[in-house]
């Protein structure tokens, strides 16, 4: 026969919460020799805690004095309890009736837990100030036996000199609060069965105003521009900002716009920066000079249209103002001072030796001082240079008796060369490209292209050979001169 040691109680869910299904299951109920079995809330077996009875047999039960009208029970000895609560928290015991006049009984505890609402966070101040006050963020839950943790923007809080946690850790005190202890902040109240989490909460800490940053819309102060100056910093609430003109008060807001400043306009410029709920100020002070306006320099050439390998070239700055720092560009690229020209000690002429073509393009210089600058107008360098040696090309491959001869001529040269055309030493055609029309074997001979630049007084030849045969062309190159 089973004994009271093989009698087993489950509780199903192991956790329940309150309103919750409950259902002690039993396993290992005696199967021979059992007239019936009892349930009792408590511990012992005493009538008045006895819940019911089931009677194995006839399959009836009888309810006892303990019973609240939320109990049932299975054949095979289970308890169910609907609805639980905490009031039903404690041991239950079964017992078994045995024809052998024996009566084993088994009892378990039975945990019922609280069904968490959410807390609440409650802050002892709304809006604290910065390195001024402290905060006690309370945790407010109705349950008594919860456990409570503390997460700042998820992480959770373990406490320290500065985060202080309360013995039971339902309140969490933030010491000399600082503008990072914003948050947000959550409070969880916990039971072995269930948790609940609070809304974030986030901290308005009032701080600043900090020192204020001026910028302006332009590093430098040119008579006759406009001048804005724009205040900011770091303030909670946003701060609120006048401005001092040499102690003088001045308009109020963030920008202070100066149209067309002169040079009265120099002087120290104040942003003071206020937070109204603090009351607190900072300000800086901004020293505006206005320095004299650079009038644009000019550009003096000796030879804009130099000769290349013949002509030197100096162009010089010609600044208003004598202590300008002088700069060159050539095509909006700045020279260096290393560069293909020779600078004067105060950079103010440039000037090219030997001149080459690759010093044509667009000059500027630049006239500055520490706070402004202007620029020149362009003047072009224009190098004369060529004619290279010329180069005589076939445009097409293959020449027979009574086809169409086409040779064209082409040589380096600025400005473009003119060409002209002999053959075998007597004036043919003048232009760059010479065609023959139903060529015969008397079309052979030497054939000599002459380019000549005006502008430099340079001439180049090239000659070629042309020999006409029945079935093709024979191309041979045989000198070339250069004459000036």
């Given at each position: 026969m089973p004994t009271a040691a093989q009698l087993t109680i489950t509780p199903i869910p192991a956790q329940p919460l309150e309103g919750d299904n409950v259902t002690l299951a039993v396993q290992g109920l005696a199967t021979e020799g059992i007239i019936s079995f009892n349930w009792f809330r408590g511990g012992s077996t005493e009538f008045d805690q006895q819940i019911l009875t089931y009677r194995v047999l006839s399959g009836g039960m009888s309810l006892g004095p303990a019973h609240t009208g939320r109990e049932t029970v299975s054949p095979d000895g289970s308890l169910h309890i609907a609805a639980i609560n905490l009031k039903d928290i404690g041991p239950y015991t079964i017992r078994e009736i045995m024809t052998d006049i024996n009566y084993p009984a088994q009892n378990i505890y039975l945990a019922v837990f609280e069904r968490l609402a959410p807390p609440a966070i409650m802050p002892s101040t709304s809006a604290p100030l910065e390195l001024q006050d402290s905060v006690t963020l309370s945790c407010q839950s109705p349950s008594l036996d919860a456990t409570f943790q503390w997460y700042i923007d998820k992480e959770p809080v373990a406490g320290g000199e500065r985060l202080e946690l309360s013995p039971d850790q339902r309140n969490l005190t933030i010491h000399q609060v600082s503008r990072a202890d914003t948050g947000p902040y959550q409070c969880e109240a916990k039971n072995p069965a269930i948790t609940s989490l609070s809304e974030p909460l986030l901290l308005n800490v009032i701080y600043g105003p900090d020192v204020p940053t001026v910028t302006t819309s332009d590093i430098s102060f040119i008579l006759g521009f406009n001048l804005t100056l724009s205040c900011s910093t770091s303030s909670n609430p946003p701060a609120q900002y006048s401005w001092k003109i040499d102690g003088d008060p001045g308009p109020d807001g963030q920008q202070l716009f100066l149209s067309a400043i002169h040079l009265g306009t120099a002087g120290i410029y104040t942003c003071e920066a206020s937070n109204p709920v603090s009351g607190t100020r900072s300000a800086i002070n901004t020293l505006i000079v206005i320095p004299e306006y650079m009038p644009q320099p000019s550009i003096l050439a000796d030879n804009v249209t130099p000769v290349e390998g013949m002509d030197s070239v100096t162009?010089?700055?010609?600044?208003?103002?004598?202590?300008?720092?002088?700069?060159?560009?050539?095509?909006?690229?700045?020279?260096?001072?290393?560069?293909?020209?020779?600078?004067?000690?105060?950079?103010?002429?440039?000037?090219?030796?030997?001149?080459?073509?690759?010093?044509?393009?667009?000059?500027?210089?630049?006239?500055?001082?520490?706070?402004?600058?202007?620029?020149?107008?362009?003047?072009?360098?224009?190098?004369?240079?060529?004619?290279?040696?010329?180069?005589?090309?076939?445009?097409?491959?293959?020449?027979?008796?009574?086809?169409?001869?086409?040779?064209?001529?082409?040589?380096?040269?600025?400005?473009?060369?003119?060409?002209?055309?002999?053959?075998?030493?007597?004036?043919?055609?003048?232009?760059?490209?010479?065609?023959?029309?139903?060529?015969?074997?008397?079309?052979?001979?030497l054939y000599s292209c002459h380019a000549a630049n005006e502008d430099t007084g340079y001439q180049s030849t090239t000659q070629l050979e042309v020999s006409i045969k029945g079935r093709g062309l024979f191309l041979s190159s045989l000198s070339h001169y250069l004459t000036h």
């Open positions: 162009l010089m700055c010609v600044s208003a103002k004598q202590s300008a720092t002088i700069r060159w560009f050539k095509d909006s690229s700045l020279l260096p001072n290393t560069g293909p020209g020779d600078l004067s000690p105060d950079n103010s002429v440039l000037t090219f030796w030997n001149i080459t073509r690759n010093d044509t393009g667009l000059y500027q210089c630049e006239a500055s001082n520490s706070a402004t600058s202007s620029l020149s107008t362009h003047l072009p360098v224009n190098v004369n240079y060529g004619p290279d040696t010329p180069v005589i090309n076939s445009m097409d491959s293959t020449f027979e008796v009574g086809s169409n001869l086409t040779l064209s001529c082409f040589a380096n040269s600025n400005p473009p060369a003119e060409y002209t055309w002999m053959v075998d030493g007597s004036p043919w055609a003048a232009g760059q490209i010479l065609s023959i029309l139903d060529v015969s074997l008397n079309s052979s001979g």
